[in-house]
Structures are given as C-alpha cells and as structure tokens.
C-alpha cells in the first residue's frame, strides 16, 4: 500500500474516542440511549413533501442554480425574526449545520497554540471542530448552572474565547440560571473575552423558555450559533451564525472557502415549509413529546435504581440526562456490560477537555427511544449496574 505524506496536523487527527466507543451500540436489538438522535416522529416529512413540489415548480432553475454564500435573503430575515433580540438580516450567515458554524469559527479566531475555554463538560464536537486549528483547549470549573464566573475570570487572560452553551447543555442537560448569564456576560465584557454561543437546542424547552441568550446581552462580544436539526430534522444540514460586523466578513470568506454556499435547494425548501407560522405549531409537539420522554426517563431512573448510589438530573428541556453511577464503577468499562444486556449509553469522561471527566458519569439521551424502550432499557442498565456491584 501506498504511503502518503500528510500534514501535521492530520497525523495528530484521531477517530473521536466516541465513535470507537460508540460502534459496538450499533447492533441489532440494542435500545440506544446514546446517539444525539432526535426523535424521527418529530420529523414532518409530508409538510416537506409538499414544500419541495412548490419550490420546484415555483422557483425550480434559482432553486438548482448557485447562490449567495450568506444564504437565502428570505431564511437570513426568519432567523433574525425569530431570534429574541434585535438582529440585522445581514449580521445572519446561513450554515450546512451549526458544526459548520464551529468549524469557521475555529479557522477564523483559532491560531496553533490559541487558549479556548470551554465547560467542563462540554460538546465533544466542538472539540473535534477546534482540534485541525491546533487550539489549547483550557477547561473552566462548572457547576449545575454552567461556567463558574470566578474561574472564567482567572483563566480569560490571552484567551482566544469561551466556547459556551447555556440551554440543556449537550452532554449534561444543565442551563444557565438567568443571574449567571448577567454575571459570566459582564465578565467576559470586562475581560474582553468574546463568547461562541452554541444554542442548538433552546427551542426545546419543556414548561418555560430558557433566559435570554448570552448574545442577546452583548452582540458586539458574541458569535451566535443556531440550528434547524432539532426543529425541523437535522439530515436537512441547516444551521446559521449571528456575528458582528467587525468578524462577520471573515467568517463569510471562511465559508466561501468551505463550501461556496449551503444547498440553496434546503434553504428555499425550509423557508417554504416554515411560511404561515409552521414553527409556531410544530415545535410545542416536540416539546410535549421529550418532555413525556424525560418524565419516562427519570420515573424509570427512581424505580430501578431504588438502593444504589446513582445520582441524575431532571433535565427542563433539551434531550439529554446526565447520571453519576456507584463508587468504583467506570462506565466506560461498564458500556460493553451493558450492550451485552441490550442498552446503550455515552460515557462521560471524553467530554472533558482537560482528560480529567469523572469515570462515574454518563450521558443518556431520553429522546431516541420510546416510552416503553426507555423502561426496557433502564431496567436493563440497572441490571448491569447491579451486577457488577456484586463483583
Ligand atoms: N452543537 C451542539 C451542542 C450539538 O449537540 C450539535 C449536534 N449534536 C451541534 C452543535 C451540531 O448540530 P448541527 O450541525 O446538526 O446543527
């Protein structure tokens, strides 16, 4: 076989510790609490249906032509509408998939060596987004709300940025109380210290919407980043980023770079299903969906693991749970126990930057599976769990 030179940094390119975790989870038969998958049921596919037929016959050469790489005038104008905050269309840049939002913000702000903050824990694919730049990842301590202010303050000098996501955090489900907010945005005002605001699942609240977002505080300090995966279906690849004028022209020919442009074809298409107020009805159905979900998940939780020291949170929006098992148990160990007894879960140690994750942790999302897959499945779990205490 041939060998190839490569780049440095694709030599210091490794599979995501996850995937090769993750791919005994795959199996037949196995309930999966593990993937970030939302709920097909949620996906309005005959609404797309008819959304594809009329931009074809509408608008079908502009919809199969090149485009602006800012995106769709008309999609840039519904995301500053529905943003909380007073958004100029044009500070909108239209993204395949908000992981692109992290990828340019990476090649735009990242130089090899650069501080970036971020939570403990936080989303693993941001990590992956920021990793090709060669960052120096620096975690900031974190408790049930998010970032501890007192820590971000100490570690903000020469840092790059906080990478921060203050609604039903990916791993851990936790949000950001609205004190915290005031106090991390005055502090990273002070310090100078612009903040990546990653908010994929805001809209997926379950009683009340989340506190006003970070950016909505401060939109000259913040680059803003949205989806359309957890609302409409996240195999559409849209998503949007609100920076600035004084970054956006660079982050627009970062993208240029990327891709040219996000698949005007999707762009139109969305904006066809979302006219007439769709949102405004489809979205209170996911959220009563997860929310029944959650309320499986956790009654589930209290019954089997009556006795044992397991601690979880009861998320109040979002689609993951996140759970601390007995002393002495490491659930990365554990995953392959448990797949052997048909359940899947994500381990939490990889999603801290600094290698220091509890091995106790675990993320379960309590959206994937059905009311009666998340039973079967937790009883499962605590099966596992049960016996290898008795070990
Ligand atoms: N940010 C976070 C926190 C996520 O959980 C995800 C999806 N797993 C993304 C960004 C990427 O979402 P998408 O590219 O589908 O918009």
Known sequence: MKTWKMAARAEKMNPSVLREILKVTDLPGIISLAGGLPSPKTFPISAFADAC????????????????????????QAVADMLPWNVDPAQVLITTGSQQGLDLVAKVLIDPGSRVLVETPTYLGALQAFGP??????????????????????????SRFIYLLPNFQNPTGRTMSEARRVAVSAAAEAADLPIIEDNPYGDLWFDEAPPLPLTARNPEGCIYLGSFSKVLAPGL????????????????????????????FTQRMVVE??????????????????????????????????????????????MFMWARLPEGIDTVKLLPK????????????????????????????????????????????AATLREQLAH
């Open 273 to 318: 299903v979302m006219k007439d107020g769709f949102l405004a009805r489809h979205v209170p159905t996911i959220r009563a969906l997860y929310k029944r979900q959650r309320d499986a998940m956790t009654a589930a939780l209290t019954r089997e693991m009556k006795g044992l020291d397991v601690t979880f949170n009861a998320p109040v929006g979002g």
């Open 338 to 381: 448990a797949v052997e007894r048909g359940v899947a879960f994500v381990p939490g140690a990889p999603f801290y930057a600094d290698g220091q994750g509890d091995p106790r942790t675990l993320r379960l999302s309590f959206v994937t599976a059905s009311v009666d897959e998340i039973d079967t499945a937790i009883a499962a779990l």
């Open 53 to 76: 037929a009329e931009v074809l016959k509408n608008d079908g050469a502009a919809a199969l032509q090149y485009a602006a790489s800012e995106g769709y005038g008309p999609l840039r």
């Open 237 to 264: 690849r849209l998503g949007f980023l609100v920076a600035p004028k004084a970054i956006y022209p660079k982050l627009l020919q970062a993208k240029q770079a990327v891709d040219l442009h996000t698949p005007i």
């Open 133 to 158: 730049m060669e960052p120096t990842p620096v975690s900031v301590a974190s408790d049930d709300e998010g970032v501890i202010v007192e820590d971000l303050i100490a570690k903000a000098k020469d």
